[in-house]
């Protein structure tokens, strides 16, 4: 090889050389800290996104309980009291168990888990008062009370009404477990911190009894 060939070619390494470190110190310069930058952010980033999605769902949830609760009162405060002293398929008066039925149907149509609450047994828990648990496939206990007897004070303008008048109506209670996600990232940003995996949403509609 000639002596221009043999500069051509020591000058042509060099220059690859030259732009290879360039490029490399370029990478540790710029991509190296972005890259190191979003595996720090990631875990943080990961968390506000199941959390965000999960205190929504969980007030999505709350709206839906406390529409079923709604239904399962009106429905109870149209139901007969003359067989509260007798119990039907459930365990409870056959009034109290169409309203259980109510509530059950209510939560499938509203895409919530049942618990199983369509085949659970009445249990007398008070004067004129049923109480319903399920936790069937659940991550915690669904509870659904119906008090027939309920008494509360309604006031009224006076005249021409007398300031206070009590009322009897139905007061329905409902306890639905709600099963957290953010409990399985949050460790992420708090290594060793436990949080609740299920909480319970409850909601309370009371009507007055109308037969």
Not at 29 to 39: D, P, S, T, V, Y
Not at 81 to 105: F, H, K, M, W
Request: proline content about 5%; glycine content about 8%.
């Amino acid at each position: 090889m000639s002596l221009a060939g043999k500069f051509r070619s020591s000058e042509y390494r060099w220059l690859c050389a030259r732009a290879l470190s360039a490029m490399w110190a370029n990478l540790r310069r710029n991509e190296g800290a972005e890259i190191l930058e979003f595996a720090i952010s990631l875990p943080l980033l990961i968390v506000v996104a199941v959390g965000v999605f999960d205190f929504g769902s969980a007030f999505t949830v709350k709206q839906k309980v406390g529409n079923i609760a709604l239904q399962g009162a009106r429905v109870a405060s149209n139901q007969p009291t003359a067989d509260l002293s007798l119990n039907g398929a459930c365990s409870a008066p056959a009034s109290i168990c169409s309203v259980r039925d109510v509530v059950e149907s209510n939560l499938v149509a509203s895409k919530l888990n049942d618990c199983g609450l369509g085949t659970a047994a009445g249990a007398p828990s008070g004067s004129l008062s049923w109480t319903f648990t399920a936790n069937a496939g659940c991550g915690g206990t669904l509870t659904l009370r119906i008090e027939r007897g309920y008494v509360y004070t309604a006031t009224l303008p006076n005249p021409p009404f007398q300031a206070n008048y009590s009322i009897e109506g139905t007061r329905v209670t409902l306890n639905y477990p709600y099963q957290w996600q953010f409990n399985r990232v949050a460790p992420l940003i708090a290594p060793g911190a436990t949080y609740p995996a299920t909480t319970q949403i409850s909601s309370v509609a009371i009507m007055q009894n109308l037969n």
